[in-house]
């Protein structure tokens, strides 16, 4: 399974710019986690980059998301850890994060909305702009970005030791790199 394959499957599978740019942003804050934590950076990108293919097809049945996606995934030969982390990353199923892989995409992919909706209220609106303390601010004022599930995001710290300050600096990081990409 190449990079390239993964995202010919995003274009078959999903519509919209918003949900594509989000899936971008998640493949880069996976690809710099892995690197961080020393695995696999090719295959934490694949997860990134495909974790929400099934999100609009589930869109009336979000009990679903995930387990239709991991169905996709393995019919078009993705590797098993893939196939698992994308599962079981919907908080809505129950289902239990257990190797590094499956725990980081379940916490830290959430933050990237947030990330996003910082570089928009800029007056440039450019990501370039945004800097670590802004992010942290706009974490704490729960009206910004209300859809942005903060608790979630918090459960790295038990869960693969990264504070909220550690992964705000690793994901902006990561998305300025590719800004240009998610047009911001
Ligand atoms: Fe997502």
Known sequence: ????????????????????????????IMRALARHFGEDEELWGLAGLV???????????????????????SS??????????????????????????EKTLWCAEELTGLIAASALVQPDKKLASVKPSSVKKKFKDKAFAAGVNREIILKCQ?????????LIDIELKAMQEIASNLGL
């Open 1 to 28: 399974m190449t990079r390239e394959q993964a995202w010919q499957l995003v274009q078959e599978k999903v519509k919209g710019a918003f949900l594509k740019n989000h899936l971008l942003a998640s493949e880069a």
């Open 51 to 73: 974790h929400d293919i099934d999100w609009e097809t589930t869109e009336t049945e979000p009990k679903q998301h995930g387990l239709i996606a991991a169905n996709w995934l």
């Open 76 to 101: 078009a030969g993705f590797p098993a850890e893939v196939v698992e982390a994308v599962k079981v990353h919907n908080h809505m199923t129950g289902l239990v994060p257990r190797t590094l892989l």
């Open 158 to 166: 038990e869960m693969i030791g990264l504070s909220l300050d550690e």
